[in-house]
């Protein structure tokens, strides 16, 4: 029923446009023409070209921001595999390894040893000094972080880590 009411609202709009073009001279008409065309081309351009082009630009620069980080994760991977593949380390020498690393922190470091966990408390270590500590605790000892509770400070770092010492052998 709708449709029926459409159709003849649509067809008198048609014929009144009809007599509006006719009623135009042929310079009017030419301008009318171009004016469409130009239109056409624009939205053509803002819809369908640009996008495509903008997009064109910025492949190179994704592509090489996502194959370095495609490096950065094999270089992860890798160095997992390797860690997993060397073999444990004794306990006497994973503990000595763990007191050698925390002696390095200074004085703002405590390290306490409980069965399989280590746990080392901060007050005011630097994030470079904790990084190298987690470098050598992970490559030395073999330790694993489970837990980290750190606030970072003026001074530094302040908190706990606690490590599993998992893959130890007495």
């Known amino acids: 029923m709708m449709s029926a009411n459409k159709t003849p609202q649509w067809q008198a709009l048609k014929a009144q446009a009809k007599l509006q ?17 130009v239109l056409g081309a624009l939205l053509i351009w803002l819809i369908a070209v640009k996008p495509g082009m903008r997009t064109l630009r910025q492949a190179p620069e994704q592509l090489a921001t996502l194959e370095a980080q495609l490096q950065d994760m094999q270089a992860l991977a890798q160095e997992v595999r390797e860690l997993r593949a060397t073999p444990a380390v004794p306990a006497a020498l994973a503990i000595q390894a763990l007191q050698a690393a925390s002696e390095h922190l200074g004085p703002g470091a405590q390290l306490s040893l409980s069965g399989d966990r280590a746990i080392l408390n901060l007050n005011g270590v630097s994030a470079p000094a904790l990084q190298a500590w987690l470098g050598e605790v992970r490559s030395a000892a073999r330790a694993k972080p489970l837990e980290a509770k750190l606030q970072r400070g003026p001074q530094g770092y302040s908190g706990s880590i606690v490590l599993g010492l998992n893959g130890v052998n007495p």
């Not at 073009?21 to 065309?37: H, K, P």
């Open 21 to 37: 073009w006719d009623s135009l001279g042929e310079r009017e008409r030419l301008a009318l023409q171009l004016v469409a065309w």
